[in-house]
Nanobody
Framework: VHLVESGGGLVQPGGSLRLSCAAS????????MGWYRQDLGKRRELVAT????????VYSDSVKGRFTISRAYVQNTMYLEMNLLKPGDTTVYFC?????????WGQGPQVTVSS
């Protein structure tokens, strides 16, 4: 499974960004996808996940109400709509996909929230 992300960048506080993650390769067994983020020297933390079948979502408390995760099932693409961004959201965001065998990770676009 190969994951390619897009959509990171610089935004002012209160602004919005959308991240995309396209999965390719052996994607038929993927059962959940998600977004994680990680500051340098810290543990990678969950942002949000979504099941491939049914679209059930889970959000971390820090982003609940501001971020929305969604997926386009047929296209094997996942999105993270980020609104009301705060400086504390600044970090690297990683796309993740899981099947029965492994976790797969994207390259991690940088999101910077600054005035």
């Amino acid at each position: 499974v190969h994951l390619v992300e897009s959509g990171g960048g610089l935004v002012q506080p209160g602004g919005s960004l959308r991240l995309s993650c396209a999965a390719s390769g052996s994607t038929s067994n993927i059962h959940v996808m998600g977004w994680y983020r990680q500051d340098l020297g810290k543990r990678r933390e969950l942002v949000a996940t979504i099941t491939r079948i049914g679209g059930r979502t889970v959000y971390s408390d820090s982003v609940k109400g501001r971020f929305t995760i969604s997926r386009a099932y047929v296209q094997n693409t996942m999105y993270l709509e980020m609104n009301l961004l705060k400086p504390g959201d600044t970090t690297v965001y990683f796309c993740n996909a899981r099947d029965l065998a492994a976790h797969y990770w994207g390259q991690g676009p940088q999101v910077t929230v600054s005035s």
